[in-house]
């Protein structure tokens, strides 16, 4: 049997408090979640109120009326009257005639995709087994409107969760019917069956006829923009080509979106968390702290801890429980407004050093102005930690009289010119883009080619370094920029 041994060792550990890690959580949210999270701290602690509540008795009656009032708007009139107080046609209005019509006004939420596709199968002739097997397809549509899965892949579905056997071909007549829907170039398996369907359907023309040919035939061509090999093909011009492009960009790669619900969006609201604004050519810096409120703790709560401390002999274990309750609930209240005390503190720091780092910029807007900036480069001015300066550039934006910018905008590397000047990689970023929206499009400008006229303009730059500032920007390559 193997000894048992004791012994003591020292450790020293590094560990977050509860609240460093409440104020680290509270700085990385938006000023929308923090509206959000002060509300549920609100619901969660009693002892936790906002300023702008009344502790006073009056205050409590005024909102006991309050709700009282609100209590009635439950029961109606007539709950507190007798039918002799107050005659019947006192309160109703009589000036309608037999003949008026009482029509309800129907809000319309709009109609889904899949709801539109499926009262057109209710319109087509087909008996109730094809019918199933319609309605089994549609569901395989997605929201663009592709179908995405093979027919081959939905037979097997059939076969192993409705005991169907359907074979391929079957599916494929189904599929030819649904591709007959609105809008044109629903049920396609790809892009190229998506536009040849919505080709079909138009007017008959030298230009949609060509259109058909060239996506039907040459579709790799066009979609790499080797025009020259389809003019040679079909022995054509330029401007019969360049009509029968444009009558391909009149249609529609996602035809599904059409019917999409536009009740069902949810466009996301960019809420600033810092506002600057600019009097003058001086620059003044404020937190957004329209909603978010100010918290205090509640006195009443308080005084009962006070009360119970100076009479800790005489009371009871229930109060003692509850002693206990409302110290950690205090204690809670104060750590947290501590948190956010600390939060704005840090916001401001930063985004005061922000700023002054990129003054010139924030004077009129220019991009050229923005220098290079790292978050070591703010570190360093506000003595704070980089993670934490990371945390507060993190979802955070600032409004100012030339637009809202998300905090990471301000924030690139640098590289040096052959004068030796410090230029920001935003700078030459612009440059490309002035570069590629004066170039010709029928000749673009090729990543070569870029590189020697930022070279010539001073900035040493590698093809390979353009191409990524290209991808960066969501610029495509030279060939695929070229018009006729």
Not at 309 to 327: C, G, H, P, W, Y
Not at 365 to 382: H, Q, S, V
Not at 455 to 461: A, C, G, M, R, V
Request: aromatic share 6%.
């Amino acid at each position: 049997m193997p000894s048992q041994k004791l012994s003591l060792q020292q450790k020293l550990l590094q560990k977050l408090s509860p609240q460093q890690i409440q104020v680290i959580k509270l700085l990385e949210i938006p000023t929308v979640q923090l509206e959000q999270r002060i509300k549920k701290e609100l619901e969660e602690n009693p002892v936790l109120e906002m300023q702008n509540d009344t502790p006073d008795e009056e205050g409590d009656m005024r909102d006991d009326e309050n709700s009282t009032d609100k209590d009635n708007e439950e029961f109606s009139l007539e709950d507190y009257m007798d039918e002799d107080d107050i005659p019947d046609y006192k309160l109703s209005a009589n000036n309608y005639s037999k003949d008026d019509k009482q029509m309800d006004i129907p809000y319309s939420a709009g109609t889904s995709f899949h709801e539109s596709m499926h009262e057109q199968l209710g319109l087509t002739d087909l008996d109730d087994e094809k019918r199933k097997l319609a309605e089994y397809v549609i569901g395989n549509i997605d929201d663009d409107g592709y179908l995405r899965r093979d027919l081959l892949s939905i037979s097997d579905d059939l076969a192993f969760n409705m005991n169907m056997n359907v074979s391929e071909q079957e599916l494929e007549e189904l599929l030819e019917i649904i591709q007959e829907f609105d809008p044109a170039g629903v049920g396609a398996r790809d892009l190229r069956e998506c536009l040849l369907l919505q080709i079909q359907r138009r007017k008959a023309n030298p230009s949609t006829m060509l259109a058909e040919k060239i996506i039907s035939d040459n579709f790799e061509e066009f979609t790499k923009k080797h025009y020259d090999k389809i003019l040679r093909k079909y022995e054509i011009s330029e401007n019969e080509l360049k009509d029968a492009i444009a009558e391909i960009l009149k249609l529609n790669p996602k035809p599904g979106g059409s019917y999409s619900n536009p009740l069902s969006k949810s466009n996301q609201v960019i809420v600033p968390d810092f506002i600057l604004e600019n009097h003058d050519g001086e620059l003044q810096l404020s937190l957004n702290q329209r909603n978010v409120p100010d918290l205090r703790m509640n006195a009443h709560y308080m005084e009962m801890l006070k009360g119970y401390s100076e009479n800790r002999k005489n009371i009871s274990r229930d109060q003692k429980d509850a002693m206990l309750f409302v110290k950690q609930k205090l204690d809670s209240a104060k750590w947290f407004i501590d948190a956010i005390r600390q939060r704005h503190q840090t916001l401001l720091v930063t985004m005061s050093e922000i700023i002054d780092f990129q003054k010139e910029y924030f004077q009129d807007g220019d991009e050229t102005k923005l220098k290079p900036m790292i978050l070591k480069d703010i570190a360093d001015r506000t003595g704070l930690d980089i993670s934490t300066i990371s945390r507060v550039s993190n979802s955070k934006y600032i409004q100012t009289n030339f637009g809202i910018f998300a905090l990471k905008y301000f924030f690139s590397e640098g590289m040096q010119k052959d004068t030796g000047e410090e230029v920001s990689t935003r700078e030459i970023k612009k440059i490309l883009e002035d570069c590629i929206s004066a170039e010709d499009k029928r000749k673009p400008l090729t990543d070569d080619r870029l590189a020697q006229i930022l070279k010539e303009k001073s900035y040493p730059i590698a093809r390979r370094t353009v191409a990524k500032y290209r991808e960066q920007l969501g610029i495509p390559v030279a060939r695929m920029r070229k018009e006729l």
